[in-house]
């Protein structure tokens, strides 16, 4: 009896034994399950208030945060989806936003802290990025480019290049444009065919027959045939037609802008001629004034000796060019624009003053050196531009009636 009882307390102790062991892997699962449920709270928390910081950074840089999620490709830890404030190019200006785009990765990944993919649908972009934590720093690939940026505006100066010798001479159908270029873009002249004035808007003059007119030193800088035009323009066109069409009927326009996809535009001997938003804007090619042209040239060649003496060489060109169709002041510095002439004027407190040569110029730049001489020859504060500057001017002109709309 006495054997069994001891026999009997071994099995007891063992049986108890045994529980407290699953009392302890049970602890430990516990544990373990509650370490990783911290875990996976703090991470939610770390997530929303990542959260919550990129969406105070897209405000202050004006962009819009559209969602993050964690990334399915190998080397990439998060996918952030993203739309800048701006088109990475400006192909108006041909310029790029690349220091915007760079301040703004960086400071994405300041927070991000892993690689990351971004996605701009506004845009059309993927950007890949690369941090490296130990300074901070980022590599990136735009569209699988790391040299997005520049490469983007090499293809918009050599498609401008390519396209703006093309001279297209078309049948107008239009009385109001054949009176018009008859009396050398005379508004006093032509301007009763338009119809009743109904308007000014925008520096434009608004007439009942559906054109508006923009004047410049009483000649007409832009003519601008609306939707409310009603019969051909040009060869079997109308105001209101599709781009497409357009092609088809002219065949391979001189200018167009892919990336904005707006406005497409011919050169011929005499005008202009943009389609855009369903207008047909029309800009004049000025006649050649040789003797203007030697006293312009001559004052370039006085501002490259003088170029401190701002104010008599803008008062000198003022006289001999009164036709600028804009002029901008401010903060010591005048800006002038001749976008007719190829012609751009920056003095003042401007961080690169002088004189700005585009590729429409006519003429002399200083004295027996012409735009295609020109390049070779040291003269302080003339920039030589590849860009057509009537071009740029209604490509912002259609811009901002599509803004408008």
């Known amino acids: 009896m006495k054997n069994n009882s001891i026999r009997g307390n071994k099995s007891y102790k063992g049986k108890s034994m045994k529980e407290k062991k699953s009392f302890k892997i049970i602890k430990i699962i516990a544990v373990i399950i509650i370490i990783f449920a911290i875990g996976i709270i703090l991470e939610i928390r770390r997530q929303e208030n990542l959260k919550k910081t990129l969406r105070q950074i897209s405000e202050f840089y004006k962009c819009e945060f559209v969602k993050l999620s964690n990334s399915t490709e190998i080397g990439y830890s998060k996918k952030l989806y993203w739309n800048y404030y701006v088109s990475p190019v400006d192909y108006l200006d041909t310029t790029s936003y690349k220091e915007?785009?760079?301040?703004?990765?960086?400071?994405?990944?300041?927070?991000?802290?892993?690689?990351?993919?971004?996605?701009?649908e506004k845009n059309s972009l993927e950007i890949r990025v690369k941090y490296n934590r130990k300074n901070n720093s980022i590599v990136y690939s735009i569209n699988d480019d790391k040299n997005f940026f520049q490469n983007e505006l090499n293809k918009q100066i050599a498609k401008t290049q390519n396209n703006e010798n093309k001279i297209t001479n078309f049948d107008i159908k239009s009385q109001e444009l054949i009176d018009t270029i008859a009396n050398d873009w005379s508004r006093k002249k032509t301007e009763s065919?338009?119809?009743?004035k109904i308007k000014v808007e925008n520096n434009y003059d608004v007439y009942s027959k559906g054109i508006m007119v923009r004047t410049v030193n009483s000649k007409i800088?832009?003519?601008?045939?609306?939707?409310d035009y009603k019969g051909n323009v040009f060869n079997n066109i109308t105001t209101g037609m599709d781009i497409k069409n357009i092609y088809k009927i002219l065949g391979n326009p001189t200018y167009e802008n892919e990336q904005a996809n707006i406005l497409i535009g011919y050169k011929t001997d005499k005008y202009y001629a943009f389609f855009t938003n369903g207008q047909v804007s029309i800009y004049p090619i000025e006649n050649f004034d040789e003797e203007k042209n030697k006293q312009f040239a001559n004052i370039v060649q006085e501002y490259n000796n003088e170029p401190n003496n701002y104010d008599e060489i803008l008062k000198k060109?003022?006289?001999?060019?009164?036709?600028?169709?804009?002029?901008?002041q401010?903060?010591?510095?005048?800006?002038?624009?001749y976008p007719l002439k190829g012609l751009e004027v920056k003095m003042g407190n401007n961080e690169k003053n002088g004189i700005y040569i585009y590729n429409n110029y006519n003429g002399y730049i200083i004295p027996d050196i012409k735009r295609e001489n020109f390049e070779n020859q040291k003269v302080k504060n003339v920039y030589l531009i590849s860009e057509d500057l009537v071009y740029n001017e209604e490509l912002k002109r259609a811009m901002q009636v599509k803004t408008v709309e």
């Open 100 to 120: 915007y785009y760079e301040e703004v990765l960086k400071v994405i990944s300041g927070q991000i802290k892993q690689n990351f993919i971004l996605i701009d």
């Open 221 to 227: 800088f832009n003519m601008v045939f609306t939707t």
């Open 330 to 337: 401010g903060n010591d510095r005048i800006d002038l624009k």
């Open 317 to 328: 060109i003022t006289e001999i060019y009164p036709d600028y169709s804009e002029y901008e």
């Open 193 to 196: 065919s338009y119809g009743k």
